[in-house]
């Protein structure tokens, strides 16, 4: 029992890290692709928490982000998150098919409100207006 218990702190340690390592990357980088990426999931969890307390937002919409957030927290993976480059690319696939969902149902204006980052970056993901 205990080895799992310690097998589960790693893991959750491993992730968090990770998480650090975006986040850091995020501020750190030159403005440019590298940058965006990096900031992707730190700023789409910020969008799903907001998107979560807008009350514009339909509930088939909400329960979309909240799920696609459940996955980017949860450490089961289908890729695992310690690999270099690809570890993220799971929960980057499942967040940006959650957002063009919610970009369906909910207006552009809440959803670039939401969004904290590079709004040319939510736009490119969601696709031309009324697609």
């Known amino acids: 029992m205990w080895d799992w218990l310690v097998g589960l702190a790693v ?3 491993c992730v968090i ?5 975006l986040v850091l990357l995020a501020r750190r980088l030159p403005p440019g692709l590298l940058r965006d990426l990096a900031a992707f ?3 789409c969890l910020t969008a799903v928490r907001r ?3 807008d009350p514009r937002v339909p509930r088939p919409a909400r329960v979309a982000v909240v799920l696609a957030a459940l996955w980017l927290a949860s ?3 289908l890729i695992p998150e ?3 480059v690809i570890g993220p690319l799971d929960d980057i ?3 940006a098919l959650a957002l063009r969902y919610a970009g369906r149902q909910v207006p552009r204006e809440v959803l670039l409100a939401a969004w904290p980052g590079e709004p ?3 736009l490119r993901l969601l696709g031309p207006a009324g697609a």
């Open 82 to 84: 310690f690999l270099p």
């Open 51 to 53: 998107l979560r307390a």
């Open 75 to 77: 450490p089961i993976d």
């Open 93 to 95: 696939v499942v967040i």
């Open 120 to 122: 040319r970056l939510l």
């Open 11 to 13: 893991a959750a340690a």
């Open 17 to 21: 890290a990770s998480w650090a390592v």
């Open 41 to 43: 999931v730190p700023d």
